[in-house]
């Protein structure tokens, strides 16, 4: 078969248009198109009254050797790619090795725990929180009652951060293994819709990735797998070699037990600080790295969708509208918007008591009245935290603690109208937009928990991004802070053998680590990383 890509047909094209289209586009006989399939489907939104669905199709033609000679030159038609994920090891019959270790059940943990089952090694995995669905309960502890269970919360637990946001599988990441394809796949398997196969810009929610996770769970154990929860991880057991290096023996658990382990899969989320520092402590080779703060911003998503898709906004195939800006700002800084919720949420975010973190949530439907964006500000080491691996941990903190405090030190979060943020006054009342956030939201000023330097980027980008997306500087938009978990503030370096650099048998992996953001990508570093671990072992 050959792959047909940015084939464009009208929103509203009938059923039969594709092979027409096929034909036209290919120079072919009708007769000569034997069958079609839809690989993806995305939109050209660029002109909002004329939105056309881009198309992405394997075909299989009478004489494709000649389609191919013809458009040799044309990128858009490729023979089709073999997207089949092959595994690179297996464990002999009958194996009765050290079994490895995955330490977190988010989705790189959950990915590199599949993976290693699949491949007959049995895999242990530790989290410190629980099972997804009283992990749940104990999430809407803090958003119903302003109750947080260090452990047990939006960071902590099944599924991860992941599981209680807008369950984004897309990501911009170089994938030429077509490992995305074998998440995707596994996700069906599980539960989740067919559409994630083939839309451009695939998304879940939070109920579905629930029984999503827990489907996920009883394959690992099937496959003799095992999870271990409310393990906590407080300390490596090393052994130092006669070349200097460590080598790692073991994991010494909070509730006083030990675990052997040869190999040990580090797949915990960007907000395991307590880990970052043991690691530290112990000498494992840390860096900082870049990330963002800022805030959350509501809008109705009304608005959004007649600012995107004009008089289509509503139309069943477009559903709710996104989007994606930046600008560079005269100070040197760039504001972004990250993880844009469309019908979405708010939602508390922090896993440390006394402090204010935000994310955003959507469901499936996306039907929720408000969309939200992180809008942040882009910091890096060098010029913002210049105090060591640590350094943007504890700038962290100090913008959460101070979030808490202005929101009146009850989980409450600080918001303010971008009308009053742009003219530097405190906020009083709400205006159109009602914020989303629980338990609730603290109108105040804003400068009182950001760094001045992200104050004068916002107030700057603001008015720009209200110029591309009608109504985003409106006076009654809703920003509520803080937004300071986009990714994590250190990278647990690693070779080419995917080990720390440092430590022998210690795998850092996906967005805790530094090489990951968001389900997706993180899920595609725990199949890389499994499969070094499986390596590693069939070599031993």
Not at 73 to 79: A, E, G, L, S
Not at 215 to 238: K, N, P, S, T
Not at 437 to 460: H, I
Request: with cysteine; hydrophobic share 40%; aromatic share 8%.
């Amino acid at each position: 078969m050959l792959r047909l890509s940015g084939l464009k047909l009208p929103l509203d094209h009938p059923a039969g248009a594709m092979p027409a289209a096929i034909c036209e586009r290919l120079g072919l006989e009708p007769q000569e198109l034997l069958a079609h399939v839809v690989v993806r489907r995305g939109n050209d939104a660029r002109r909002k009254n004329a939105i056309q669905l881009v198309y992405t199709v394997d075909v299989e033609l009478a004489d494709e050797a000649g389609v191919l000679a013809r458009f040799a030159k044309d990128h858009d038609v490729r023979p089709r790619p073999d997207t089949g994920y092959k595994f690179v090891a297996s464990a002999p019959p009958g194996w009765s090795g050290k079994r490895p270790i995955v330490i977190g059940a988010g989705p790189c943990g959950l990915f590199a725990g599949l993976i290693l089952a699949q491949m007959g090694f049995r895999p242990i995995i530790l989290d410190r929180g629980k099972v997804v669905r009283e992990r749940t309960k104990d999430t809407w502890g803090l958003w119903r009652r302003a109750e947080l269970n260090p452990d047990s919360n939006v960071q902590f637990g099944e599924g991860g951060a992941g599981t209680f946001s807008d369950g984004k599988l897309y990501c911009r990441v170089k994938d030429p293994r077509f490992l995305g394809r074998k998440v995707l796949e596994e996700f069906v398997a599980a539960g989740a819709p067919d559409d994630i196969l083939t839309e451009a810009h695939p998304h879940i929610g939070t109920f579905r990735l629930v029984s999503m996770v827990e489907a996920m769970r009883r394959q690992i154990e099937g496959l003799g797998g095992e999870y271990r929860w409310q393990h906590r991880v407080d300390e490596l057991e090393l052994e130092r070699q006669a070349d200097g290096t460590q080598k790692l023996r073991g994991l010494h658990l909070a509730d006083g037990g030990f675990i052997e382990a040869d190999h040990v899969v580090l797949a915990v989320g960007h907000s395991a600080r307590p880990t970052f520092e043991m690691l530290h402590r112990r000498g494992v080779h840390i860096e900082a790295k870049p990330f963002s703060i800022g805030v959350r911003i509501e809008h109705p998503q009304s608005w959004i969708d007649r600012a995107r898709y004009g008089s289509c906004a509503g139309h069943p195939v477009l559903g709710a509208a996104a989007y994606s800006l930046a600008h560079h700002c005269a100070n040197g800084r760039t504001v972004y918007s990250f993880c844009m919720c469309p019908g979405g949420r708010v939602v508390a975010a922090t896993s440390e008591e006394g402090r204010v973190v935000t994310n955003g949530m959507s469901q499936y439907s996306r039907a929720e009245f408000n969309a939200n964006s992180g809008l942040v500000v882009g910091i890096d080491p060098e010029r913002d935290y210049p105090g060591g691996p640590l350094a943007g941990i504890e700038l962290q903190r100090h913008w959460e603690s101070m979030a808490f405090v202005a929101g009146g030190e009850s989980y409450h979060a600080p918001g303010q109208k971008v009308g009053d943020f742009l003219a530097g006054r405190a906020s009083t009342g709400l205006g159109e937009v009602v914020p989303s956030y629980k338990p609730g939201v603290t109108l105040t000023d804003l400068s009182r928990c950001l760094p001045e330097f992200v104050l004068e980027a916002f107030r700057e980008a603001i008015p720009v991004f209200g110029r591309q997306i009608a109504r985003y500087d409106h006076p009654d938009a809703v920003m509520t802070g803080v937004e300071t978990r986009t990714s994590s503030p250190i990278r647990i370096t690693r070779g080419r053998d995917f080990q720390s650099l440092n430590v022998a048998g210690l795998y850092p992996a996906g967005e805790g680590a530094g090489y990951a953001g968001g389900i997706l990508s993180a899920a595609i570093d725990g199949i890389k990383v499994a499969e070094a671990v499986g390596l590693g072992i069939a070599a031993t």
